[in-house]
């Protein structure tokens, strides 16, 4: 099914699709050439409240077994791709990665490998797909990350051509600051990613970006507060709370 979010921000056609497995996600269509992104919804999976259904998380008080299936689910609709991630510690570092596995302690993950997916998780940050001509990269982008331009560094890592794909995230309707943040983005980002005290990662990710010579950035415009029929909110929903997975993987040699 084709999804064109009404937020005034949205870029590009997106489609929403049930895997066999059961597990809802969003792709770009069409799909950037090489690569495969999915931005998995709430939907699909075991978890009972207030982890229902398709939760990613082991550390959030969800049943270990529950987790477990909805992974199995998520691996079906990659086509059994086994993932590369990391330990998200909010911060700016970016790994580059050769094999599935546990990578370390960072934020984003950079590839030239087929064969694997770049997975974050998120109930509110910001993650971003890159597409390379060679390499792949996922980044989750919280204010720290965003703040140290994390997605334009992992941009700078791929080089050449870049497209960017910026996913469900909590914006600027539904996330409220202090008046110190604000200010700080303003200065760096320009006055035009806040209003008042409420502040937009995604225009801030989407400077970052351009600065870094990415011109091609597609926004899927959900905001996670407002949508809880799809998207996990640690800001709207928490403490307690699921986190959904995105994914990157590179598909050409």
């Known amino acids: 099914m084709t999804f064109r979010p009404s937020s005034a921000v949205a870029s590009g056609s997106w489609t929403l699709q049930t895997a066999q497995s059961g597990a809802t996600y969003l792709t770009p269509d069409p799909e950037p050439e090489g690569a495969k992104i999915w931005f998995f919804t709430r939907i699909g999976g075991v978890s009972q409240p207030p982890f229902e259904s398709l939760n990613v998380s082991r550390s959030v008080g969800d049943d270990g077994l529950a987790v477990e299936e909805n992974?199995?689910?998520?691996?079906?609709?990659?086509e059994g791709r086994p993932s590369s991630w990391v330990k998200q510690v909010?911060?700016?570092?970016?790994?580059?990665?050769?094999?599935?596995?546990?990578?370390?302690?960072?934020?984003?993950?950079?590839?030239?490998?087929?064969?694997?997916?770049?997975?974050?998780?998120?109930?509110?940050?910001?993650p971003v797909a890159l597409v390379g001509k060679s390499e792949v990269a996922m980044v989750h982008s919280g204010w720290r990350g965003t703040a140290a331009r994390i997605s334009g560094k992992a941009a700078r890592m791929l080089g050449g051509v870049v497209k960017a794909y910026i996913g469900p995230c909590i914006r600027e309707c539904c996330y409220e600051v202090s008046e110190e943040l604000a200010e700080k983005f303003a200065r760096e980002f320009g006055p035009e990613v806040v209003s008042g005290r409420m502040l937009s990662l995604p225009a801030a990710i989407r400077r970052d970006l351009e600065e870094a010579g990415v011109a091609d950035v597609q926004d899927l415009g959900l905001c996670t507060g407002?949508?809880?029929?799809?998207f996990f909110s640690h800001r709207k929903q928490g403490p307690v709370t699921g986190r959904n997975l995105a994914a990157v993987a590179k598909i050409s040699s």
């Open 71 to 78: 992974l199995a689910r998520i691996r079906v609709a990659m």
């Open 90 to 126: 909010a911060g700016a570092e970016i790994l580059r990665v050769s094999e599935a596995g546990f990578a370390g302690k960072a934020d984003a993950l950079v590839t030239g490998e087929g064969g694997i997916s770049l997975v974050v998780a998120v109930a509110d940050c910001v």
């Open 226 to 230: 407002c949508r809880p029929d799809l």
